[in-house]
């Protein structure tokens, strides 16, 4: 079952303008897959295999001379040494647009290697897993299905074959890539005390980052805590939401808070799924979590460039903050389908916010499938329908 990506037409457009494409993403949320159904006829080399990682790292200029037409270089960051030598091929021949089609899952360490050798030469790209919207445009699913997608997640395999028991999935997925990944970018020699961390991060989505709180609880070292959490920020499993800025300063927390990447992550870490979702401690946060997950997924927003949290020292708080060159989107998050008013922040924050136009939104489990206009809101439940209208 192939499952429409909406980040397919940016893909086309970009291959049609830029020497290089470099896909980025975490494992397993199907950039290969995504990009062997864009460019068909390219041809394909993972750096997976040892061989051949070890192959283009020794002799990059030997390695890309093989190939004369489009290729699909697959998870490039185990051989650094081939960003410096593709600038080489491509000063050559700058107009062959889309033949350098590169993909990996370290975006921190691949950034480096672009900015050094590739700037100005590429389109850089983010694949995250499934969004509801997909699901609900690709007409496979029904809404019941897409109700699971909040504990589920959105790894596509676990909705392309749907038989998956996505308990023993993402167990594989810790142990096959989290662990074997993370050993490439830092030594984690005690899996359990990892594996403990994660659960602890987990159980506290929607937090600030409190490093400090994490060792304690955890019994890792300070330093150890912050280079794994900056492993998983690398590898794309976790994100850091900073504090909203504009002209209110000291006002404002300074520590970002974390969300998985993707959810359902998140769900098996704290042993949620559809039989305890609904009476589970931790449903509101997996909900602000499924909230912030989607934002990006449909928006392409990114935390820190147009994204944000607000919350000031009389600890007045928003979820979050979008900003488009229109609007202002002031945005809380709520697992229920009730919502009292009288608890939402939208018009003591409003007042401080003068400079752009502004629109609230409530993303609340209701179970209309369009958005609904309520008195000073708009409420809409990410599962059902497009957060922000085209």
């Known amino acids: 079952m192939w499952i429409p990506r909406t980040l397919q037409n940016k893909i086309e457009d970009a291959l049609k303008t830029r020497p290089v494409i470099l896909l980025t993403g975490a494992r397993q949320t199907g950039k290969t897959s995504l990009l062997k159904n864009t460019v068909k006829n390219a041809e394909y080399v993972t750096l997976d295999n040892l061989l051949a990682a070890a192959g283009a790292e020794e002799n990059p200029s030997e390695f890309l001379g093989q190939f004369k037409a489009q290729v699909i270089i697959d998870e490039i960051q185990y051989a650094p040494s081939l960003f410096r030598e593709i600038k080489v091929f491509i000063d050559r021949d700058r107009s062959n647009y889309g033949k350098w089609v590169l993909t990996g899952s370290q975006k921190i360490q691949l950034m480096k ?20 919207s997909e699901l609900r445009n690709c007409g496979y699913f029904s809404a019941a299905q897409i109700r699971q997608f909040v504990f589920r997640g959105g790894f596509p395999e676990l909705w392309a074959n749907t038989g998956i028991n996505f308990s023993d999935y993402y167990e594989d997925y810790i142990q096959t890539y989290l662990e074997r990944d993370l050993k490439e970018i830092i030594n984690v020699s005690n899996l359990r005390q990892f594996r403990r961390m994660l659960q602890f991060c987990a159980m506290r989505v929607g937090q600030l980052m409190n490093y400090s709180e994490i060792s304690k609880e955890t019994g890792v070292s300070l330093n150890t805590v912050k280079s794994w959490v900056n492993a998983l920020e690398i590898s794309g499993i976790i994100y850091m939401l900073p504090p909203f800025y504009a002209n209110i300063g000291k006002r404002l927390a300074k520590l970002p808070k974390f969300f998985f990447a993707d959810h359902g992550l998140a769900a098996y870490l704290l042993g949620i799924d559809g039989h305890n979702y609904e ?16 934002i990006i997924k449909t928006t392409g927003a990114m935390p820190g460039r147009n994204l944000f949290y ?8 928003l979820d979050f903050i979008y900003e488009t060159p229109a609007y202002r989107y002031l945005i809380e998050v709520k697992s229920s389908e009730r919502v009292d008013e009288r608890k939402l922040n939208f018009s003591k924050v409003v007042p401080l916010l003068k400079d752009k136009p502004v629109k609230n939104i409530l993303m609340a489990n209701v179970q209309a499938e369009n958005i609904v206009s309520l008195g000073a809101c708009d409420i809409v439940n990410p599962l059902l329908a497009e957060c922000f209208p085209k």
């Not at 290697?113 to 509801?132: K, M, Q, Y």
């Not at 009476?279 to 989607?294: D, I, V």
């Not at 607000?310 to 708080?317: G, L």
């Open 279 to 294: 009476t589970s401690l931790y449903r509101g946060a997996l909900w602000e979590n499924m909230a912030f997950s989607e």
């Open 310 to 317: 607000y919350r000031d020292q009389n600890n007045i708080e």
């Open 113 to 132: 290697g672009v900015s050094e050798s590739l700037a100005g030469r590429l389109r850089i790209l983010t694949l995250e897993t499934l969004s509801a």
